[in-house]
């Protein structure tokens, strides 16, 4: 009786601790995660401007959005791509305050100069300042080959994990130019009016022909009819 007993005690006391072990084991351990993961990195804003040609300037912009702080930022890329092909490519690792493109690296806000295939960058031209969860990158890159095809910008961001967001934009006009609907109409309305304003200046200053007096007309036909008696004689 006693050994059942007993049996029947070391197994309430089994029971106890694996239900204390279910209760208190980490998350790992069941095999499930207490909270989702941690939103990754964002590109907010992208834009490039400038020109194509060569000798021509292209201003890269990246707008950048890290949950948690932008240290957690890792790279910041540029792609030119023509088709399906990707013909440059420009990094910016944050840590390292270094920018590469093809084989070149250049620490950043040196006078170093790095030199692809179609873009070349001075270190000075790189400026990327940071403030909470932002990162703003800016580079102006010159041209050193014409780029044809109409080719498209794949500008991304990575963070310390591996995770990834991009956008891919094209070639922007240069801010403050191009004519918009807006314009074209304004300078419509400035022609009309000023079409409108100085030809009734000009129609007010036009003197007016003068007019024959009725003593001139009865004069003119006395004459014609003196002049058609004396042929007839």
């Known amino acids: 009786m006693r050994s059942v007993i007993r049996r029947a005690g070391s ?12 209760v208190w084991s980490p998350s ?8 989702p993961s941690a939103p990754g990195p964002s590109v907010t804003s992208g834009q490039v401007t400038g020109s194509l040609v060569q000798g021509g300037t292209l201003t890269i912009r990246v707008e950048a959005l890290m949950p948690g702080g932008w240290q957690g930022l890792h790279l910041v890329e540029a792609s030119v791509l023509v088709g399906s092909s990707v013909i440059e490519h420009m ?28 873009l070349r960058v001075n270190g000075t031209d790189v400026v990327a ?3 909470g969860a932002n ?14 095809g109409e080719p498209r910008f794949r500008l991304s961001v990575t963070d310390d994990f591996g995770t990834s967001d991009a956008w891919t934009v ?10 918009t609907w807006g314009t074209v109409a304004t300078f419509v309305l400035a022609a009309l009016f000023a079409g409108v304003f ?24 006395l004459e014609r009819e003196r002049a058609a008696k004396e042929g007839s004689r």
């Not at 790992?28 to 909270?35: I, K, Y």
């Not at 390292?96 to 030199?115: H, P």
């Not at 922007?172 to 004519?179: D, K, L, N, R, Y």
């Open 91 to 118: 990094v910016f690792d944050i840590e390292d305050d270094q920018l590469s493109i093809g084989d070149q690296n250049i620490a950043v806000g040196t006078g170093a100069v790095a030199e692809g295939e179609y």
């Open 198 to 221: 100085f030809g009734n200046l000009f129609a007010s200053k036009r003197r007016p022909p003068p007019r024959a007096s009725v003593y001139e007309a009865v004069q003119m036909r």
């Open 11 to 22: 197994g309430a006391c089994l029971v106890s601790v694996v239900l204390l072990w279910l």
């Open 170 to 179: 094209q070639l922007a006009g240069p801010e403050g130019s191009g004519i």
């Open 129 to 131: 300042p940071r403030r």
């Open 135 to 148: 990162l703003s990158f800016r580079v102006e890159a010159q041209v050193v080959k014409t780029i044809t």
């Open 28 to 35: 790992w351990a069941l095999g499930q995660s207490v909270s």
